[in-house]
């Protein structure tokens, strides 16, 4: 791991904590402590946290050329269409860390997607006893649709990666009294080169600021700790404990499995083997967002859509109406009628709103029970993690 504070000395004031990993993901840690704006307001399809003359910090919740499935902060370029220079924070496997790229967009490109070239971004140099000034190599970008280029500058060796680093930010916040603009030249086409002005100086403090609070919220709608991203769950490869105190299997036992009571027993009792999960789809009504776990063959879950009501499921488990409680923990018992929904053919339940989802994502346990002495017990496992993003998906209030 390469550690940033070496970047960060030398660029002043720019994103604190930040390391980054020679590794293909080349991840970014970001340690931020603000408090999230997250609860105040819904999210459109961009959070604009400062818009500069030259330079903009947003969290982007949709990309427009839906190759991103996360949301993402970004720096991006304001004054410079029909181009676009962004440099982006996504997710990573390793939780708390960020993934950092470099997009390059320009409407009126047609490119040949998937296809390799290379582009010269405010080039680093450094300096050899024996050869002088060696410039650094022009990193590889990849064309993910016909007018954008992305890299993760993994094809540059490690200190070059990190010279690299350093310079576009350097160019970007410009913390010392040289002020020079960021660059983008093309030499494999014959594309112009392009050309951004720094943050002004006294924008430098509010972006960084800026900067810093949008990777707060951003961990905070993700839940970097648990939820499914990048193909994987998040999970840290640091720990307060011994090795043996602080594994993740100590720390998070496995979850009992499926068992369910002898026919004679008043009650059916079953404890969830999976933890709650994000995901969306499409639906007749449009994007539909759902948080759900399974315990056995039986789904428990949320649903909802931008501008729709929220939806609380069960499925596989009553028959016909039912009158049940819902109770998290040693908390409030609530009382919900459910009926089956003809369109999935599981059963939803009233009465169950946002400050009830809210006591599911900082619960352990929820128990469901029906009139006929029935009873479910859920494992809140994951649910930290994915109700967030399944708020923020369906543009609600974000619980905790």
């Known amino acids: 791991m390469i550690a940033y504070s070496a970047v960060r000395a030398r660029l002043s004031s720019n994103v604190a904590s930040i390391n980054t990993i020679r590794h293909r993901a080349r991840s970014v840690v970001v340690g931020a402590a603000f408090a999230s704006a ?8 961009d959070v604009s946290y400062y818009r500069g003359a030259s330079w903009q910090v947003a969290l982007v919740t949709e990309s427009e050329n839906r190759f991103d499935k996360v949301p993402y902060c970004e720096i991006r370029t304001v004054a410079l269409e029909p181009m676009l220079i962004a440099l982006r924070f996504l997710p990573s496997l390793e939780a708390g860390k960020f993934n950092f790229n470099v997009k390059l967009r320009k409407t009126g490109w047609s490119l040949p997607v998937g296809q390799t070239t290379t582009a ?8 050899d006893p024996q050869k002088g000034m060696v410039m650094g190599p022009d990193p590889s ?10 890299s993760d500058l993994s094809s540059l060796d490690e200190d070059w990666y990190l010279l690299q680093t350093e310079s576009i930010f ?6 010392t009294k040289y002020r020079f603009p960021l660059t983008v030249e093309f030499p494999s086409g014959n594309e112009a080169s392009w050309s951004v002005k ?8 509010i972006a960084n600021d800026a900067q810093r609070q949008c990777l707060s919220d951003l961990s905070k709608a993700i839940g970097l700790d648990g939820v499914n991203v990048a193909g994987g769950k998040p999970s840290s490869s640091t720990s307060p404990f011994s090795n043996q105190a602080g594994s993740a299997e100590a720390a998070n036992p496995p979850a009992a499995s499926l068992e369910t009571q002898s026919e004679k027993s008043p009650k059916m009792t079953d404890t969830a083997s999976n933890s709650w999960k994000f995901r969306s789809d499409e639906q007749d009504w449009g994007k539909t967002c759902y948080a759900e776990t399974k315990v056995g063959d039986v789904k428990v879950g949320f649903m909802a859509s931008p501008q729709k ?29 459910g009926s089956v929904d003809d369109y999935f053919g599981w059963h939803t339940f009233a009465d169950l709103g946002d400050n009830f989802v809210e006591e599911v994502m900082t619960g352990s346990e929820l128990v469901i029970a029906d009139d006929k002495g029935k009873q479910l017990t859920v494992s809140l496992l994951g649910a930290r993690q994915a109700l967030p993003l399944f708020a923020y998906c369906a543009q609600r209030k974000i619980p905790g």
């Not at 350097?170 to 913390?175: I, S």
């Not at 939806?311 to 998290?328: A, I, R």
Request: net charge negative; proline share 6%.
């Open 38 to 45: 997250f609860s105040n307001y819904t999210l459109a399809n």
């Open 170 to 175: 350097n160019r970007v916040f410009a913390p």
């Open 120 to 127: 010269r971004i405010a080039q680093p140099g450094k300096l």
């Open 141 to 150: 970008f990849t064309a993910v649709s016909n007018n954008t280029l992305i």
């Open 198 to 205: 720094p943050f002004e100086r006294y924008e430098q403090g």
């Open 309 to 337: 009501d929220l939806v609380v499921f069960v499925e596989n488990l009553f028959d016909g109406d039912t009158k049940t409680t819902w109770q998290v923990d040693a908390g409030t018992a609530h009382p919900s009628e």
